[in-house]
């Protein structure tokens, strides 16, 4: 396995640890218990525990079923632990030299426009079917 592969492996298994740890605090923070929401959502309790723990990693479906029943979206939770990955493993891809480093700075402060997004045509050529 090359190192790019096991670092792939690293980040999305640090990911599900912390979208469980994501859910675990959310589910909290609403004043919910973990046995409240598996009953609720229909699923045994201590599958639930093992979900929230990432041992296996929590099935989207059913992370979908616990956002919703406590009142918060998917995404948010996905972007948090994403967040976390980001502060610990640092940003994928990897940032290999200073332009690169620099170009990407840039556009996360907005310092970058995309051509397509100043394109006085795109909305014409959105609504062009392809042929």
């Not at 972007?79 to 990407?104: S, T, Y």
Request: aromatic letters at 4%.
């Amino acid at each position: 396995m090359n190192t790019d592969t096991e670092l792939l492996i690293q980040r999305s298994q640090l990911c599900s640890k912390y979208i469980g740890a994501e859910l675990k605090g959310a589910i909290r923070a609403r004043g919910y218990t973990q046995g409240a929401v598996a009953d609720a959502i229909g699923r045994p309790r201590p599958t639930m525990t093992n979900w929230l723990n990432s041992k296996p990693a929590i099935p989207v479906a059913e992370a979908v079923q616990i956002c919703d029943f406590i009142g918060i979206k998917l995404e948010d939770i996905i972007h948090r632990a994403q967040q976390r990955v980001e502060d610990e493993l640092g940003p994928w891809p990897p940032i290999q030299d200073d332009d690169f480093a620099d170009v990407l700075a840039r556009a996360n402060r907005g310092d970058i426009t995309l051509a397509a997004n100043n394109n006085p045509d795109k909305e014409r050529e959105m609504e062009t079917p392809d042929e």
